[in-house]
């Protein structure tokens, strides 16, 4: 597969300040990769940088092959969709798509066609008289990618373009969305800090934090094995159980013990070797946890103190104790509990993840 | 291009780092170029006053108006502070001076403190018909003063104060209004309201919310309000010729006298100390208060 | 019988109608009593006192008839729209200057505002000063080598006028420069983007994207300017007295001279309605056309 937009050794700093160090990252023809991480992680300057608005203090950019490192964002061959949309006010919608392209000094008949193209792949053309202001945030969202269609844009670059609507219209766009990208096959760069986005949308993700990319994975690598510690708590909703605590030998395998609990570790994927007295943090997701009658007869059972649940709708999250650390468990029946029930847990260790309580990586 | 001693293969593919860019452009020189003609223009009055007033009659005779001065005197400034004559008497621009103080500082609290309640009122106290009167209070701000001079006068001459300087405080109190009002009236509006509803549940009634809640937080709102009005009743003209008497003329008609006096050599010299003296407390006020000026004078056109 | 706690309506929240008294008193007893006073003794022979003895409009009639009006009206056309088409154009460069990411911006704007903080009094005297035929600033152009320059702003009819813009605009500029600025700076950070990665050049997004964006601030800016100039007086009474002659007289310098020098209240009470109408041609359209917005 080719490489699509390839960033080697990115570095941006403003004086003293690094936003961006020496991030590396190849993005392959037609995926769909997203940016996420919190706000402040750099995410949202990455994308600048790729379109060309940023300066960077060193590295360099290649598109489609070709080092753009010094291109206006304009020569780069980038379209781009913004948080606002920043649609031109004032102009109506056949006016924003054909404004770039007037400027380019292109002969009419070539706009007039690639905006026509452009409207029939969106599906605005009643919408070409009127102005942003008449729109709804959905046809907003159209026209802002028409924008970057009629450029015949290789690359997309969203920034976080969803993040401005409530709950209800941003899953309809997500979709719609997913739609588009199926059908225009382009590469397409999406930054947001919505993890549900993420999943949903993207081919690949990479997680940023400080700057740094935490991890480059498919969502379904990420979810199930996240390189460290940062990158388990911060995908997934509701958030990953965490125990501090110790690895130990237990009938000559290892084990994890916090404080009077023993479990061992049968069936987990190590990546290295597990030396007991070593520090680690054990991860576990609340739907890898099985409560009551549902733990039936696992191999290693424990014992926890049950404290409160949240009803979800389909589900439930219980709050537990083990041992004194708190304990959320994803569960369909909640029957009968007191505050202060003595109750049954497994735990699914294929599905846990273990990591070092200093450097925080996955072990 | 850049070439480093580390050059790894991929520096070799063309440019790496930060876009070169000359230091001066063309662009950046005739950017620069005009903002300094521009400032040059702006300071040009002021540089002028300040050489003049501590140029001789004589130097200024002979010489030129943007010359620095040769003998720097500081005698035009006394003239001007003490024995300048108004016309009819020569006591110099002092005792307009003080005139401006005794119009401006209770004119400023006065004012404030009306249209501070008021646009507290307005803003969280709604009550039948306030809308109304806050539209015929704004329609105030754009009436000329001239329609307002004379049925002023014949009120102010009703209460028995027109003359005084009661009087020009109470004109002054009633044309800041409608400016401050609308000031005071968008910043409280702009507070949340959970403060305003929370304070209610506890108890606290129009004035313990005003007094003891909103007053603490709302200090740099009446700091704009008291740059407003400082610069507002000390430059004024018109009101002050009209209303305050002669024997309370505030600085600026004061000044005017000094200059325009028809008998007499023109002194250049004093007339400007006079003027740079006039302008001082404002020119004080607005170097000091930086950007809370400009959030005063925003705050007149970004109405909300 | 209603519940004991339930109180008149009129007494409900009584303390913050008892502290607006002073607000509503001055909306409606000097605002809008004062005009109607001012209008309707308009209309009458009101001389060195008012008088009620309705003459219909013949104060109307004898104002437009006096060349000093006609004189102090055409001095205001001239004048306001030279200084609006000024203000407003040096006014937006600047702002647009200084909304490049310069250096020194707080100098600048501070430099560029600090006039509007000055009273006109002063401005006007300063100005005189600077334009002085003899020993102001036509006397250094003489000396620069151009001789026979007679540059006597102040003391030509023709001239004079734009004297007083020169001053006006060294004072207000500053402001609508302010103005501007805080409309710049509210455009969205993400249309300059756009427009970079569109390929516009800056010039062309000034003109086709931002200053369109910008309609609202303008007009207000322009309501609010050009009420100021209706008003001008002090500037005129400093800096020219309305001389020479009537060349530099202006409606609120005549309304002024009419009710307190001449006597001749009707006159003046006549005069301050035209200028409370031209007012009104500037404020009604942008008051419904805010009105307007705020509904839609």
Request: charged share 15%.
């Amino acid at each position: 597969m080719t490489s699509s937009v390839s960033v080697r050794d990115l570095n941006l700093s403003f004086g003293p300040l690094t936003i961006l160090d020496e991030l590396s990252l190849e993005i392959d023809d037609g995926e769909f990769l997203v940016l996420l991480g919190p706000s402040g992680c750099g995410k949202s300057t990455l994308l600048n940088c790729i379109a060309g608005l940023l300066d960077i203090t060193d590295g360099q950019i290649f598109i489609k092959g070709r080092n753009v490192t010094w291109e206006e964002p304009k020569d780069r061959g980038i379209g781009m969709v913004f948080q606002s949309y920043a649609l031109y006010p004032q102009m109506t919608v056949e006016g924003n798509l054909s404004f770039g392209l007037r400027n380019t000094r292109m002969p009419r008949e070539e706009i007039r066609q690639r905006v026509a193209r452009a409207a029939e792949i969106l599906q605005i053309e009643p919408l070409l008289k009127r102005k942003p202001a008449a729109l709804s945030g959905g046809q907003r969202q159209r026209v802002a990618i028409g924008r970057a269609l009629v450029r015949d844009a290789d690359v997309f670059l969203f920034d976080e373009p969803l993040s401005n609507l409530d709950a209800k219209l941003r899953s309809e766009l997500r979709v719609e969305l997913k739609r588009l990208h199926r059908t225009l096959k382009n590469t397409m760069i999406y930054v947001t800090h919505d993890q549900i986005e993420a999943l949903t949308l993207a081919d690949r993700i990479a997680v940023m934090k400080d700057g740094i990319i935490q991890q480059l994975a498919d969502p379904r690598t990420l979810y199930n094995r996240p390189a460290n510690r940062f990158v388990a708590g911060f995908v997934g909703s509701p958030a990953m159980n965490f125990l501090d605590g110790t690895l130990v030998e237990a009938d000559g395998l290892p084990a994890f013990r916090t404080r009077d609990t023993v479990i061992p570790l049968d069936g987990y994927a190590q990546a290295e070797r597990l030396e007991p007295g070593r520090p680690v943090v054990l991860g576990l997701r609340p739907e890898h946890i099985r409560l009551g009658p549902e733990a039936g007869n696992a191999p290693h059972r424990f014992e926890a103190q049950f404290e409160l649940d949240e009803p979800m709708g389909a589900d439930n999250l219980v709050w537990l104790r083990l041992d004194g650390h708190p304990l959320s468990v994803r569960t369909e029946t909640v029957d009968g509990l007191a505050v202060g029930d003595r109750v049954p847990i497994a735990v699914n260790l294929p599905m846990a993840s273990l990591f070092d309580a200093e450097s925080h990586r996955r072990l | 291009m850049t070439t480093s001693l580390t050059a790894t293969p991929a520096a070799v593919d063309g440019p790496r780092g930060r876009k070169p860019r000359r230091r001066f452009t063309p662009a950046t020189i005739m950017l620069y170029g005009v903002l300094i003609v521009a400032a040059v223009y702006y300071l040009l009055p002021l540089y002028v006053m300040v050489v003049t007033s501590l140029k001789g009659m004589p130097e200024i005779r002979m010489g030129n108006i943007f010359a620095p001065p040769v003998d720097i005197t500081f005698q035009p400034w006394v003239t001007a502070w003490d024995s300048a004559c108004t016309g009819l008497t020569c006591e110099g621009i002092k005792v307009g001076f003080w005139n401006s103080v005794k119009i401006t500082v209770p004119g400023v609290l006065v004012s404030i403190a009306m249209a501070s309640v008021s646009g507290y009122a307005l803003a969280n106290w709604r009550f039948r018909g306030s809308e109304f009167f806050f539209t015929c209070l704004l329609f105030g701000a754009f009436i000329p003063y001239q329609v307002l001079l004379y049925p002023l006068v014949i009120l102010l001459r009703e209460l028995g104060i027109f003359s005084t300087l009661t009087g020009v405080v109470v004109v002054h109190t009633i044309f800041g209004m409608p400016i401050l009002t609308l000031l005071f009236r968008n910043y409280f509006a702009s507070l949340p309201l959970e403060i305003f509803k929370a304070a209610r549940v506890d108890g606290a009634g129009f004035w313990q919310i005003f007094l003891q809640v909103y007053l603490p937080m709302s200090i740099p709102i009446f700091v704009v309000g008291v740059i407003l009005q400082v610069t507002g009743i000390w430059n004024d003209f018109l009101l002050g010729v009209v209303f305050a008497g002669n024997q309370n003329y505030p600085m600026t008609v004061q000044l005017n006298n000094v200059v325009n006096a028809v008998q007499g050599v023109k002194e250049y010299n004093v007339n400007m100390a006079a003027t740079l003296l006039t302008a001082m407390v404002p020119l004080i006020v607005y170097f000091v208060s930086g950007r809370l000026f400009v959030r005063g004078i925003a705050a007149g056109a970004v109405k909300g | 019988m209603a519940l004991p706690t339930r109180r008149i309506p009129f007494l409900r929240n009584l303390n913050a109608k008892i502290a607006a008294i002073p607000m509503v008193l001055v909306a409606s007893v000097v605002f809008v009593g004062g005009t109607l006073w001012t209008v309707v003794h308009s209309f009458t022979d009101s001389r060195l006192l008012p008088s009620t003895n309705f003459i219909g409009v013949e104060q109307y009639e004898r104002l437009f008839d006096t060349p000093r009006w006609q004189v102090s009206v055409t001095n205001l056309a001239i004048y306001g729209s030279t200084s609006l088409v000024f203000s407003f154009t040096i006014g937006f460069l600047l702002a647009a200057l200084l909304d490049q990411k310069i250096r020194f911006e707080n100098t600048f704007r501070t430099i560029f505002l600090y006039p509007f903080a000055l009273s006109f009094i002063v401005t006007g005297l300063v100005w005189q000063w600077i334009l002085d035929p003899a020993l102001g600033l036509p006397n250094v152009v003489r000396d620069l080598g151009f001789e026979g320059f007679d540059l006597a702003l102040l003391g030509n009819p023709d001239t004079v006028l734009f004297a007083l813009v020169v001053a006006g605009l060294w004072q207000g500029t500053g402001f609508v420069m302010v103005l501007m600025l805080a409309g710049l700076r509210g455009i969205d950070d993400e249309i300059w983007k756009a427009a970079r990665v569109d390929g516009i050049p800056a010039w062309k997004t000034y003109l086709f994207v931002v200053i369109p964006m910008m309609r609202g601030v303008f007009i207000t800016t322009l309501v609010i300017v050009a009420s100021g100039i209706v008003k001008l007086y002090d500037l005129v009474v400093a800096m020219t007295q309305g001389g020479p002659g009537f060349a530099s007289e202006v409606p609120a310098k005549y309304v002024f001279d009419f009710m307190f020098q001449r006597a001749n209240l009707g006159q003046g009470l006549a005069a301050s309605t035209v200028m409370l109408l031209t007012v009104l041609i500037i404020l009604v359209p942008w008051a419904l056309l805010m009105f307007r917005e705020r509904k839609g």
